[in-house]
C-alpha cells in the first residue's frame, strides 16, 4: 500500500516536524508542502494526493474554506485536520465535508502517531474487499472503537493491530484454508512472524487449524477464520 500526502500548513517548521513525523511509517509518501490555500489546490491539482493534511489558518484563506473546492475537485481524498482552531463551528464544518480526524495543536507525537495509523488501518480494511457486510461496515465506522481499544491493550508482546488485521483479512479472502507460508508471503512478513499470529487468532477463537496431507504426503497445517 503506497499513500501519497500533502501537507498544508503556513509554518514550515510545523510542516517539516509533520513530514518527519510521517517519514516513520513507510506506507507514506510526502509529495508535496503547501503554505497557503492558492499552494494547496496547485499541489493537490499536480499530484491527486490520496491524503491532505490541512491547516486551518492560512493566510490568505482558511483550511475550511477550501473543502468545498477540495470536496468538488478531490472526491476521494482523505483529509485530517491539524490546527489550533478550537471554534466549534470550525469543528461542524470539518465533520461536515468528511474530514478523517481532527487534531488539535500542540499535537503530541503519540497522538499523531495513533492517528496516522489508524487512517492506514483503515484505508488497509477498504482496500481488501469489494463486498462488505455489516460486521466489516461497523469496522470502518468506528462502531466497534471501543472493543478495538480493548483489544489493543491486552493484545500480548508481540501482537500489534496492524499486523493481525492484516493476518485475518488475509484469512477473510480465502475459503480453502492457507500455510503459515502462504500467508507470510501475502503479508510480507517471515513464516515465524505469520504462525505467531496465526496461533493467537486461535487462542482467541476467530481462527482454526486442520492438519492436510501433499501429493508427498508431508503433513501440513492450515489456518481457516471462524
Do not use: W
Not at 497557503?36 to 496547485?42: L, S, Y
Not at 491539524?82 to 471554534?87: G, L, N, Q, R
Not at 470539518?94 to 499535537?107: D, R
Not at 507460508?181 to 512472524?193: C, K, L, M, N
Amino acid at each position: 500500500m503506497n499513500i501519497r500526502a500533502v501537507i498544508a500548513e503556513d509554518d514550515f517548521r510545523v510542516a517539516a516536524i509533520h513530514e518527519k513525523f510521517l517519514g516513520n511509517f513507510k506506507e507514506i509518501e510526502v509529495v508535496g508542502k503547501a503554505l497557503n490555500g492558492k499552494d494547496t489546490i496547485e499541489l493537490l491539482e499536480e499530484h491527486d494526493p490520496d491524503l491532505l493534511l490541512l491547516d486551518v489558518y492560512m493566510p490568505d484563506q482558511l483550511g475550511t474554506e477550501l473543502l468545498p473546492t477540495i470536496r468538488k475537485q478531490f472526491p476521494h481524498i482523505d483529509i485530517i485536520m491539524i490546527t489550533a482552531a478550537t471554534d466549534k463551528d470550525i469543528l461542524l464544518k470539518a465533520l461536515n465535508y468528511g474530514v478523517e480526524q481532527y487534531l488539535i495543536k500542540p499535537v503530541k507525537m503519540e497522538t499523531f502517531h495513533q492517528t496516522i495509523e489508524e487512517y492506514l488501518q483503515k484505508s488497509q480494511l477498504l482496500k481488501s474487499r469489494q463486498e462488505v457486510d455489516q460486521e466489516f461496515v461497523n469496522r470502518i465506522f468506528n462502531k466497534a472503537a471501543a472493543t478495538t481499544a480493548a483489544r489493543e491493550t491486552t493484545l500480548p508482546k508481540g501482537i500489534d493491530e496492524i499486523t493481525l488485521v492484516k493476518v485475518t483479512e488475509v484469512l477473510e479472502s480465502s475459503s480453502s484454508g492457507l500455510s503459515a507460508e502462504q500467508v507470510s508471503e501475502q503479508i510480507g512478513a517471515s513464516r515465524t512472524t505469520a504462525r505467531r499470529y496465526l496461533e493467537y487468532l486461535i487462542t482467541v477463537k476467530q481462527c482454526k487449524a486442520e492438519v492436510v496431507y501433499g501429493v508427498v504426503g508431508r503433513p501440513e497445517r492450515r489456518y481457516y477464520k471462524v
